[in-house]
């Protein structure tokens, strides 16, 4: 009944790179650009990357050079390949559909990552 299972994240320090994993339901998501959101501590969750279906990727500019998303729909997988990360990216990083925050009701735990010295 999961729909999206987040995993990869962890501690790094400036500069390091992680990629972040994400299962999700292929009968709500088979067709739908999919979403990487991030919250750090203290602010709201905010939007970082989209993946159509097809695999064509979008960024916002926090992520914009330094991520990239991607997806396998065969695996039902959803991906985040994060570089030359900053002490700001810390933050738990969730996946979902490409929907506005305020209208998605199923999150899933997410993974943190944690950039520090």
């Known amino acids: 009944q999961v729909q999206f299972v987040e995993s990869g994240g962890g501690s790094v320090q400036p500069g390091g790179s992680l990629r972040l994993s994400c299962a999700f339901s292929?009968?709500?998501?088979?067709?739908?650009?999919m979403a990487w959101f991030r919250q750090a501590p203290g602010k709201q969750r905010e939007l970082l990357a989209t993946?159509?279906?097809?695999?064509?990727?979008y960024y916002a500019e926090p992520a914009m050079g330094r991520f990239t998303a991607s997806r396998d729909n065969a695996r039902n997988m959803l991906y985040l390949e994060m570089n030359n990360l900053r002490p700001d990216d810390t933050a738990v990083y969730y996946c979902?559909?490409?929907?506005?925050?305020?209208?998605?009701?199923?999150w899933g735990q997410g993974t943190q990552v944690t950039v520090s010295s």
């Open positions: 993946v159509s279906h097809a695999g064509t990727a």
């Open positions: 292929v009968v709500d998501s088979v067709i739908t650009t």
């Open positions: 979902n559909r490409n929907l506005m925050i305020s209208t998605i009701n199923f």
